[in-house]
């Protein structure tokens, strides 16, 4: 009887440390995720982990946190402003800024490819060439000047009281990104959205930008009003609309750069209709 009692004692020990460990792994890959995500999306100051292939099955689920934590810092921006009495130029040339240096310009620099490559008007396969040329042609250049130009003076009109309300815009648009990344067909089967897409475990990632896309379109209407927050919404879903038929008909699928190349024009269009309806 006590040698029983004894070895039902070592099967629930056993048992507990295995549980124990296994709470342990998931929060192990979870943490690497969402250091993975941080690490590649942003330049926010994290520590180093290694890219191993569980990290990155879940990376995708932490992309919006980074607009978490870009909505956080144009808030804190807009603060500062405000007590600082900054002036109307310089408040909107360092709020269409701001965005660039915290995220590296990731996207941007997507933006700028997709640029030179939809103004070349040259075939599907010559358009994928483009893409992966590191050289930076005249059509990127202007439409970097006019995006820019175009930002600083959304921006101006919204002002610093649209804030911490519209940090749901970088949250939303990169929900959108994401759900596209593990969605939408690739235009090849190299690249970055090849590599995240691959290591990912789709289901989730779908369900997940699916929640950070619902919460951060209640947080816009909520904060924004029904109106000028519903209609912002309905801006992002208008381009990602476009954005995936814009990316089947002319490349035959997304790649990182047309992820990036939509994540800037969606995010331009919600501040603009944003600042049209308020």
Request: net charge positive.
């Amino acid at each position: 009887m006590v040698q029983k009692m004894m070895e039902n004692n070592r099967v629930f020990t056993n048992e507990k440390r295995n549980g124990e460990n296994a709470k342990r792994s998931v929060a192990g890959i979870l943490w690497n995720s969402m250091v993975i995500a941080l690490s590649m999306y942003s330049r926010i100051p994290v520590p180093f982990v290694e890219w191993k292939e569980e990290g990155m099955k879940y990376a995708l689920c932490f992309f919006p946190l980074v607009g978490v934590v870009l909505g956080g810092m144009m808030t804190g921006f807009c603060v500062l402003a405000e007590k600082i009495s900054l002036g109307i130029t310089a408040f909107a040339c360092i709020g269409a800024v701001l965005p660039l240096v915290i995220t590296g310009g990731i996207h941007m620099d997507g933006f700028l490819d997709v640029a030179d490559a939809r103004s070349s008007c040259q075939t599907r396969e010559r358009k994928l060439e483009i893409l992966k040329d590191p050289h930076t042609g005249a059509f990127a250049i202007i439409r970097c000047g006019v995006y820019l130009l175009l930002y600083v003076a959304v921006f101006g009109e919204l002002r610093a009281e649209v804030f911490p309300g519209a940090g749901g815009i970088y949250v939303l648009e990169r929900a959108l990104s994401g759900w596209s990344v593990v969605a939408f067909p690739k235009a090849k089967r190299e690249g970055l959205v090849s590599t995240f897409s691959g290591g990912a475990q789709k289901k989730v990632v779908k369900v997940v930008m699916a929640g950070w896309g619902m919460g951060a379109v209640l947080f816009l209407m909520w904060t924004q009003g029904m109106v000028a927050g519903g209609m912002t919404v309905v801006a992002a879903l208008a381009v990602f609309g476009w954005y995936y038929r814009m990316s089947i008909q002319e490349f035959g699928g997304i790649t990182g750069d047309l992820a990036g190349y939509f994540l800037q024009l969606c995010e331009l269009t919600m501040f603009g209709v944003l600042a049209i309806f308020r």
